[in-house]
Structure formats: structure tokens, C-alpha cells
């Protein structure tokens, strides 16, 4: 499926596909009513600190996430063959304060565990030094090494999928984003150099054939490139066609990939179809989505205090309070993402671009009061005057007689609002 959308790319047709990374089951219901609408595949792709063995910042292993997955897309009505699994900076990441070594066999444990659970898109990425490595950026030759050790853990444990299964596809690149994103403020990201990108693709393939896997270079789908293409807490930078145009036309003959773009969140409709235009066929999206959802709640928090907040005997929900503590107790999700003064971080830890909140609605106190909002808002027929003034977008859906009123499904659409601009930048 995923092959297909690249042969028809790679021939000039301005077709894409948008990876979904989040785990959050809101993000993924609008991502597989976004496939079902369109008629196109659903990518749903999970970080190897968001899952892996140990269960990750989610608490769930590969196996747990694909099964919960296919469960929520069986009930939703999406076929199964439309979900495709995909595994992003499969690597050592987790584990890089420790030695190599060590880091190396939890990042193949990890490796076999996505194969096995049905993961068919895998990210091979050991661009990352662990702790005896020598400082500074790690050597491609090396990263290269470890990338192929990975895919033979892959390929080994695809060998044990029932027959029939589909071989693992590849995505490869060591000039990548860091997992959650990265802090830049001052300034776009360079694009990569044709040089680089080669020099990449060389290394891998000299890689793969030294332990004997030469074949599955022919399944490497992807490469992770820099288009110029970044955000951080405060900033967006925008996709420069121009400044993307060499490397754009030095797609390599071989392996027939496209190229990967990492952190396309908050692009223009415009700039992210051009991407896919230029090549930049597979546009990955995670913070966005979360951040549209969390518009959504705070809006109908808004409602609810206008709504309610009279003499009503409702106590009214308080998201916003228990998110901000929630924060302020546990700062390790946001801590080296934000600067400032206290006011500053205040406004950064809600509404930062880099969306840190994100790591944060799982949390008990959190979720009570996200479901106390729910709960307050499902008596009785939201004021339409109100949805029109939060949720203006939700609220002539709900005119139109094509979404139903009510908070979850609000929250949702708001997600489906940005799926809708991915949904139409690579539809070709």
C-alpha cells in the first residue's frame, strides 16, 4: 500500500501520505475516521520512547499498542488491511546513557518486538552517541553499522510472521529530529545536502551488505531528509520551495524511496502539498494534532463557564488548573524544552507549539477533570451560540447536520481539522 503510493510519487504525481505519530485514543479515532472517509490507508506510527519493551511513556509494548489499534479500527469499521503499523527512531534513543553495547541489545529486543506485533514500516535510527561514544555527532559509518543491525533483527524476526506476512519496509536517515521534538527559536534548519543525503544512502548499503542483508535495501521506502521544515516552542518555520529545490531532483535511482519529512506540524496547506509535490512524500505529524485537541478542550472548557457557571449546582470542571499542576509537579516532560520567567513557562507549558501538555492528559487527576467536563457538557444540548463562538468550524458542522454535538466528538473533529489539511496535501 505504502509501496504503492511511493512508485506513484516517485512518477511525478503529487500523491503522499500522512503518518500519524500519537498515542493519545482521541488522536487515533479522528486518524481512522480520517482513512475511512478518505478511502486511504491509515499510518499510525508509535516512538521507541512512547513504546517499546519496557512499555515506554505510555505503558504499553509493540504488541499492546497494534493490539489495541486493530481493536479501536475493527469497531470503527476500517478494514484491517488499511491500518499500516509503523515503528519511528527504532534505535538506541531510550537507552543512550548507556554503553553502546548494552544500548544496541535493547534497541534489537525492541526491534524484533514491532516486527512481531505486526509492525510493517520500521525506521531504522542510530544516529544517536551513547555514553562511550566519542563526544559530538556519531560517525555515519557507525550509525550505519548499528542501522544494520537493527534490520537484521528485523529481518529475523519477519522470518518467524506466519507465511504470507509482509516483509518489513525500511525508513533510513541519520539527520533526524530527536524524539519530541527540537528547541529551535532563532533561525530555520538547514536543508540537507545532496552530498549528505548520498553519502547516507551509501553508507547504509555498504552497511547492510556486510552482514549479509543486501536484499533489504530494495525495501528502504523512506529517507529522512531536512526539507527546511522545523518548529519550536514560540516558532514555525515554513517549507522554502526554493531552498529545497536540489535536493528535491536528486531523488536516488536506487532504492526507488521518497523522501521522509520529520515535524511538518504547523505548515501551511500550501507548503505541505508542495512538499509532497517535491518528493517530500511521507509528512509526519504528531504535536499538531494534540495541540488541536487541546484547543478543542479548552474551548469547551470556555463554554462550560459560560454555560454553567452561574448558580447552576454544577461544579465546573477545572482542566486547565489540574493540567498546569500536573506540570508544575512532574516537570521532567517540559523542563528542557522551555526558558524563561515564570510567566513565560506558565504560558509555554499550555500553549507552546511543541505541546508538551501532551504528555500530560494520561494523568489521573488530569483525566477526572477531563471527564467531569464531558460529563457536564452530555446533560443537556450545548448552547449553539456558544459552539459558535469556541468552535466555530465544529459548530457549522453540527448546522450542516454532519457532526453530532457532543464534547468527544467536538474534540475529535478539531483533530480532524488538521487531518483534513494532511488529508488533501497528499491526495494527489
Not at 17 to 44: F, K, M, N, R, Y
Not at 221 to 244: T, W
Not at 310 to 331: F, I, W
Not at 348 to 357: G, I, K, N, Q, V
Request: glycine share 8%; net charge negative; proline share 7%.
Amino acid at each position: 500500500m505504502i509501496q504503492r503510493i511511493v512508485a506513484e510519487n516517485r512518477k511525478g504525481r503529487a500523491l503522499g501520505i500522512t503518518s500519524v505519530c500519537s498515542a493519545h485514543p482521541w488522536v487515533l479515532e479522528a486518524a481512522l475516521a480520517q482513512a475511512l472517509d478518505d478511502g486511504a490507508p491509515a499510518l499510525i506510527e508509535s516512538t521507541s520512547n512512547q513504546v517499546n519493551q519496557f512499555g515506554g511513556y505510555t505503558g504499553m509494548t509493540p504488541a499492546q499498542f497494534a493490539d489495541d489499534l486493530r481493536s479501536l479500527a475493527d469497531r470503527m469499521g476500517l478494514p484491517s488491511e488499511r491500518v499500516v503499523l509503523g515503528g519511528d527512531h527504532l534505535g538506541p534513543y531510550p537507552w543512550r546513557k548507556r554503553p553502546a553495547g548494552d544500548a544496541m541489545e535493547y534497541a534489537k529486543k525492541m526491534v524484533r518486538d514491532y516486527v512481531l506485533a505486526g509492525y510493517t514500516k520500521i525506521h531504522l535510527d542510530a544516529s544517536m552517541p551513547c555514553t562511550d561514544d566519542p563526544p559530538g555527532a556519531l560517525d555515519l559509518a557507525v550509525a550505519a553499522q548499528r542501522a544494520a543491525e537493527l534490520c537484521r533483527a528485523a529481518e529475523e524476526a519477519a522470518s518467524e510472521l506466519p507465511p504470507g506476512s509482509p516483509a518489513p519496509l525500511y525508513v533510513i536517515g541519520t539527520e533526524v529530529p530527536v524524539p519530541g521534538g527540537e528547541q529551535l527559536e532563532s533561525g530555520a534548519p538547514a536543508v540537507t545536502k545532496i552530498d549528505d543525503a548520498e553519502a547516507t544512502l551509501r553508507a547504509h548499503e555498504a552497511a547492510f551488505a556486510a552482514i549479509g542483508r543486501a536484499e533489504a535495501i530494495e525495501r528502504v521506502i523512506g529517507l529522512v531528509v531536512q526539507p527546511g521544515v522545523e518548529f519550536g516552542s514560540s516558532v514555525v518555520f515554513g517549507y522554502d520551495r526554493a531552498r529545497a529545490a536540489a535536493l528535491s531532483a536528486k531523488l536516488p535511482a536506487r532504492p526507488e524511496l521518497v523522501y521522509e519529512a520529520h515535524s511538518t506540524d504547523y505548515q501551511t496547506a500550501g507548503a505541505l502539498r508542495e512538499m509532497v509535490e517535491d518528493h517530500f512524500a511521507i509528512l509526519k505529524v504528531g504535536p499538531w494534532l494534540t495541540f488541536a485537541m487541546r484547543e478543542a478542550i479548552f474551548a469547551l472548557s470556555m463554554i462550560e463557564k459560560e454555560w454553567l457557571g452561574g448558580n447552576r449546582p454544577v461544579r465546573l470542571s477545572r482542566v486547565r488548573e489540574a493540567l498546569e499542576n500536573a506540570m508544575q509537579n512532574e516537570p521532567a516532560h517540559w523542563k528542557d524544552y522551555y526558558k524563561g520567567t515564570e510567566e513565560e513557562l506558565r504560558f509555554a507549558r499550555l500553549y507552546s507549539y511543541s505541546d508538551r501538555c501532551r504528555y500530560y492528559w494520561p494523568g489521573s487527576t488530569v483525566k477526572a477533570e477531563l471527564d467531569m467536563l464531558v460529563g457536564n457538557l452530555t446533560r443537556d444540548a450545548l448552547p449553539p451560540a456558544l459552539l459558535s463562538q469556541f468552535l466555530p468550524s465544529q459548530y457549522e458542522a453540527v448546522r450542516n447536520g454532519t457532526l453530532t454535538p457532543e464534547p468527544a466528538a467536538l474534540i475529535k473533529d478539531r483533530v480532524r481539522d488538521v487531518l483534513r489539511i494532511y488529508a488533501s496535501a497528499c491526495r494527489g
